[in-house]
């Protein structure tokens, strides 16, 4: 059975710096993986969606990078800003399954 | 296009009743997912449509939960009787390509 799981739950950085969020997956035989952004009482917005034969992608300063063979996934947040406060989910996609993690709440200090 | 419209936001009722939610995906989107979210459990897909079709519902709880998707405009996710343990947000979703989905805003049920 797929888990995921995204540590720390909880993240507090000052503003500017870069940082790195961590996702890890049980199951290798993925089709894709996402990240979503979530603020408060909000849905969800996909940030990055990596195939499974992809190694990262970009947009602006996010950068999503995927490691198949050792379950894990990573996001990137280059000079970080107020506005990146959110919490950060990623999903693995595999058989019409969708298995999302339980999130990295970030929050940047201004 | 507005996005993915949910009704209520917010729903307070008590044990026992019956709830429906209501979902209005994109238009032109072909899948539509029910999505539940609780801290405990995180995020749960529930059951997804492709062209009004349920196509996996194995996430769904129990009997008490039914979805139906009559036209591609409308999808409604029902529980009855409701019970506290229900309390949760729910979320729909709809895409083009199943899997890079837009969401609602939600809608937050409390059971008392």
């Known amino acids: 059975k797929q888990e995921v799981t995204q540590i720390p739950a909880a993240l507090s950085v000052p503003e500017g710096e870069n940082l790195v969020l961590n996702c890890s997956f049980t199951d290798s035989a993925i089709y894709n993986l996402q990240w979503f952004r979530q603020d408060p009482g909000k849905g969800l917005t996909s940030l990055l969606l990596i195939q499974s034969s992809q190694r990262e992608q970009t947009s602006g300063r996010l950068n999503a990078s995927l490691d198949k063979s050792s379950g894990r996934s990573t996001l990137y947040i280059a000079a970080s800003q107020p506005g990146d406060s959110a919490t950060y989910l990623c999903?693995?996609?595999?058989?019409?399954?969708?298995?999302f993690g339980k999130g990295t709440r970030l929050h940047i200090l201004p | 296009d507005a996005g993915v419209i949910q009704s209520p936001r917010h729903e307070v009722t008590e044990m026992g009743q019956e709830v429906t939610l209501r979902c209005k995906p994109i238009?032109?989107?072909?899948?539509l997912f029910w999505y539940r979210q609780t801290m405990m459990r995180g995020l749960e897909l529930l059951i997804y449509?492709?062209?009004?079709?349920?196509?996996?519902d194995s996430g769904m709880p129990e009997d008490r939960f039914s979805a139906k998707m009559p036209n591609a405009s409308f999808s409604t996710l029902k529980i009855q009787p409701s019970e506290p343990r229900d309390s949760a947000v729910y979320f729909c979703a709809s895409s083009f390509v199943q899997f890079e989905q837009y969401f609602g805003p939600g809608t937050r049920l409390t059971v008392t």
């Open positions: 999903a693995v996609n595999r058989d019409d399954k969708i298995i």
């Open positions: 449509f492709n062209n009004n079709v349920p196509i996996d």
């Open positions: 238009s032109g989107h072909d899948y």
